[in-house]
């Protein structure tokens, strides 16, 4: 119903800035949250930030400050831009949206993209 398309991960240096993006497409009908998360090697995924349609956002704490959410609803795109980067934000990334209906959250995922901060 939905589909979700990661695109802008890659290796770079500590300090450095990537900027990814979430190209969302289908039945689009009731996307109110969409959010990235983040699976490291051996941990569990974690919420990294998330947007509102009407643009409220909640960051990890260990982002805040470095990591920028956003999101173009007439491009039914969202965007994480990942300043001063560190080893620790090495995973794979990925979108997530969530569809509300009738008090029943349905979430829909994209496949991930590699996200790699070397020291």
């Known amino acids: 119903q939905v589909q979700l398309v990661e695109s802008g991960g890659g290796l770079v240096q500590a300090g450095g800035s990537l900027r990814l993006s979430c190209a969302a497409s289908?039945?689009?009908?009731?996307?109110?949250?969409m959010g990235w998360y983040r699976q490291a090697p051996g941990k569990q995924r974690e919420l990294v930030a998330a947007i509102t349609s009407g643009g409220s956002t909640n960051y990890a704490d260990s982002v805040k400050g470095r990591f920028t959410i956003s999101r173009d609803n007439a491009k039914n795109t969202m965007y994480l831009q990942m300043d001063s980067l560190k080893p620790d934000d090495t995973a794979v990334y990925y979108c997530?949206?969530?569809?509300?209906?009738?008090?029943?959250?349905?979430?829909?995922w994209g496949q991930g993209t590699q996200v790699t901060v070397s020291s």
């Open positions: 289908g039945v689009l009908f009731r996307i109110d949250t």
């Open positions: 997530n949206a969530e569809r509300v209906v009738l008090s029943k959250t349905f979430a829909f």
